[in-house]
């Protein structure tokens, strides 16, 4: 198996830079420590050129959590990407369930998803549905989510792309999904990228998040048919986060 890709959402954690810093070296420990796994630190924006500045390896790599799809302008108190890039971000999480809660549109993610690989950065296209209705209703509302984000996607570029699952009744949760219905979304999700986008999409990277933490992280990764995890609060827990890079690392 390839290298598993795990991505730290820190979200608007921590407090301080100084923890923030602190945070960062224990994940910077624990990733030199790994074997096949790469590690995507996503710390709030502010903290970006700090982090990437204090950092020399080649083990690690840094996310935006959200950012503008225009380059520059007139949109006070937004970043764009181009500017993440700049501070040293090579990847830009695209439509969180999160920003997704506070206003940004499928048509949000399509631009991002677009305006990240013309920055020459690696788009992590989240999508997942707020709730299961038993109907099959999350299977078109996800496809949905997919065709928007990878509409604006130049040829040959949809391998960039990375697809994160996360339903949103699973983020935040006591537990994630089983690993069992993740396989079946991840094959959903493939068959509905590969439509899109033809032979490209079998490249496409396919990530799970939501309550992924050290006692659940490696059966995902075995039974779950992704190629990564996207963390959230494990991910601010240094001893959790080492425990949970640990397991994936033995699993593969
Ligand atoms: P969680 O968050 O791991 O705390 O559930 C995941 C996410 O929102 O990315």
């Given at each position: 198996?390839?290298?598993?890709?795990?991505?730290?959402?820190?979200?608007?954690?921590?407090?301080?830079?100084?923890?923030?810093?602190?945070?960062?070296?224990?994940?910077?420990?624990?990733?030199?420590?790994?074997?096949?796994?790469?590690?995507?630190?996503?710390p709030?924006?502010?903290?970006?050129?700090?982090?990437?500045?204090?950092?020399?390896?080649?083990?690690?790599?840094?996310?935006v959590?959200?950012?503008?799809?225009?380059?520059?302008?007139?949109f006070?108190?937004?970043?764009?990407?181009?500017?993440?890039k700049?501070?040293?971000?090579?990847?830009?999480?695209?439509?969180?369930?999160?920003?997704?809660?506070?206003?940004?549109?499928?048509?949000d993610?399509?631009?991002?998803?677009?305006?990240?690989?013309?920055?020459?950065?690696?788009?992590?296209?989240?999508?997942?549905?707020?709730?299961?209705?038993?109907?099959?209703?999350?299977?078109?509302?996800?496809?949905?989510?997919?065709?928007?984000g990878?509409?604006?996607?130049?040829?040959?570029?949809?391998?960039?792309?990375?697809?994160?699952?996360?339903?949103?009744?699973?983020?935040?949760?006591p537990?994630?999904?089983?690993?069992?219905?993740?396989?079946?979304?991840?094959?959903?999700?493939?068959?509905?990228?590969?439509?899109?986008?033809?032979?490209?999409?079998?490249?496409?990277?396919?990530?799970?998040?939501?309550?992924?933490?050290?006692?659940?992280?490696?059966?995902?990764?075995?039974?779950?048919?992704?190629?990564?995890?996207?963390?959230?609060?494990?991910?601010?827990?240094?001893?959790?986060?080492?425990?949970?890079?640990?397991?994936?690392?033995?699993?593969?």
């Amino acid at each position: 198996m390839a290298k598993a890709l795990i991505v730290a959402n820190w979200k608007m954690n921590p407090l301080s830079f100084k923890e923030a810093k602190k945070l960062f070296d224990a994940t910077k420990k624990a990733a030199d420590a790994a074997k096949s796994v790469s590690i995507v630190v996503a710390p709030p924006s502010i903290f970006l050129r700090g982090l990437t500045d204090s950092y020399k390896g080649k083990k690690l790599a840094f996310a935006v959590q959200n950012a503008h799809f225009e380059k520059e302008g007139a949109f006070t108190g937004d970043i764009s990407l181009s500017q993440a890039k700049d501070a040293g971000a090579s990847y830009g999480i695209v439509g969180h369930a999160e920003r997704r809660a506070a206003g940004e549109t499928n048509d949000d993610a399509r631009k991002k998803v677009a305006a990240a690989l013309a920055a020459k950065m690696t788009p992590i296209l989240c999508v997942g549905e707020r709730d299961r209705t038993g109907d099959g209703a999350h299977f078109s509302f996800v496809a949905e989510q997919l065709r928007a984000g990878f509409a604006d996607v130049p040829k040959g570029k949809a391998a960039r792309v990375i697809v994160a699952y996360e339903p949103v009744w699973a983020i935040g949760a006591p537990k994630p999904m089983s690993a069992h219905d993740m396989h079946e979304m991840a094959i959903f999700i493939r068959k509905t990228v590969v439509e899109a986008l033809a032979g490209d999409g079998m490249k496409v990277a396919i990530l799970y998040g939501g309550s992924i933490d050290e006692t659940n992280a490696a059966d995902m990764m075995q039974n779950g048919d992704v190629s990564g995890l996207l963390v959230g609060r494990a991910s601010t827990d240094a001893k959790k986060f080492s425990a949970l890079i640990g397991a994936v690392g033995k699993a593969l």
